[in-house]
């Protein structure tokens, strides 16, 4: 009997995966580290496919119309790589000046957030900027969150949000600082298995009195840890494309900006930023876990199969160079212990919802890369 996980992902959908241990004659991993090739049709009845699997491995899919779940025999579950998002926010005097939304909003959409059912199977921390008691630059001030990293939901967030009062500048700098050194603690820790980033929610461009006021100096500082530790950018106002400098040397493309010249729409903007968010930092990457009792794992006996929701399954081509965006790959192809999906593969995925089924035992389906 097959053993099933649910893991929450993306703007509320449900991805549920199930590792499957198969049967059958299939070719044994020394048959394709020496090149053989093996023929055949794959579900959808087409005979072109190739690829490559370890060294020099032609390879089609199993005969036409096979049902790849038919040969279960044994099962074992999968996990995601678990999440932690690091918020900085700001706290600023302009975020509620002059009788601007800004805060009550950003704040009301967050609290929503760290509080559905939705964000289960996340964990997050809450950090504010500038320091509360005082206009702080000194940078540990920043590194302890006011909220510890915690399991998403919790109501210990939105405690943290309603006791704050706006004021001050934009340390932006030194508050970012103090997120990336918090989050390598989280990463070498409780996150050591998982994805960690940071998210900085603001509205207006570095301002202070502590030095590094610049974009490039802000850029420069969460380039610096891109390739581990990306950070998200939610900017909240008007003419703030310069924060899309930050995001894009913190590895994400591009800030969310939410607009404030319509008071009614900038919770559910700020709420649609964060569900962004949540669906990228979201990962397509699963553990294999051991072999099933009287199991050997081969890593040339797996395929990866996606349903989506309401629809019927597709199986997912082995790709371990990823070219083209799609397939999927290990995390390393010769010593392999988690299974990724490439960039476009994963964002259909997340965009599909349904659930992913990786199928041991069967000889591994590749196909055209393109």
């Known amino acids: 009997m097959s053993m099933r996980s649910k893991l929450s992902f993306g703007l ?3 991805l549920l995966v199930t590792l499957v241990a198969c049967g059958g004659a299939d070719p044994s991993l020394s ?3 020496k090149g053989t090739k093996h023929t055949g049709t794959d579900p959808g009845g087409d005979t072109t496919g190739s690829g490559t699997l370890g060294s020099g491995t032609k390879t089609t899919a199993p005969g036409a119309g096979t049902d790849l779940a038919a040969c279960a025999t044994q099962s074992a579950s999968a996990e995601a790589r678990p999440v932690y998002l690091v918020f900085m926010f700001d706290r ?3 975020m509620a000046s002059n ?4 805060w009550a909003s950003a704040k009301a959409a967050s609290k929503a957030f760290f509080e559905s059912a939705d964000s289960k199977g996340m964990s997050a921390s809450l950090s504010f900027f500038p320091d509360q008691t005082d206009y702080s630059c000194n940078v540990p001030d920043y590194a302890t969150p006011r909220v510890s990293m915690a399991a998403l939901p919790s109501p ?8 704050e009062i706006p004021g001050g500048g934009t340390p932006t700098y030194q508050a970012l600082q103090g997120a990336i050194s918090y989050a390598q603690g989280v990463a070498t820790g409780q ?3 998982g994805k960690v980033a940071v998210v900085l929610v603001t509205d207006g461009l570095p301002d202070s009195g502590c030095g590094n006021t610049s974009i490039s100096s802000v850029k420069s500082l969460v380039s610096g840890v891109a390739a581990t530790l990306p950070t998200y950018v939610i900017g909240v106002g008007s003419a703030l494309s310069n924060l899309n400098e930050i995001a894009v040397g913190g590895g994400t493309t591009n800030a969310l900006i939410v607009p404030v010249d319509n ?3 900038i919770q559910a903007d700020f709420t649609k930023a964060i569900n962004q968010i949540k669906a990228s930092a979201l990962t397509c990457d699963y553990k294999i876990p051991a072999a099933p009792s009287g199991e050997t794992f081969d890593h040339a006996k797996v395929n990866v199969q996606h349903t989506p929701t309401g629809a019927a399954a597709s199986t997912l081509t082995y790709n371990q160079a990823c070219t083209g965006g799609t397939g999927w790959q290990y995390d390393d192809a010769s010593n392999p212990t988690r299974i990724l999906l490439c960039g476009g593969t994963c964002d259909g995925v997340k965009a599909k919802a349904g659930k992913v089924d990786i199928l041991f035992g069967c000889a591994t389906q590749t196909g055209p890369v393109k």
């Open 191 to 193: 996150g050591k298995d």
């Open 12 to 14: 509320g959908s449900t």
């Open 156 to 163: 210990s967030f939105g405690q943290s949000l309603d006791i």
């Open 99 to 102: 009788g601007s939304p800004k």
């Open 31 to 33: 048959d394709f580290n």
């Open 92 to 94: 600023s005097g302009s």
């Open 263 to 265: 008071p009614t729409q």
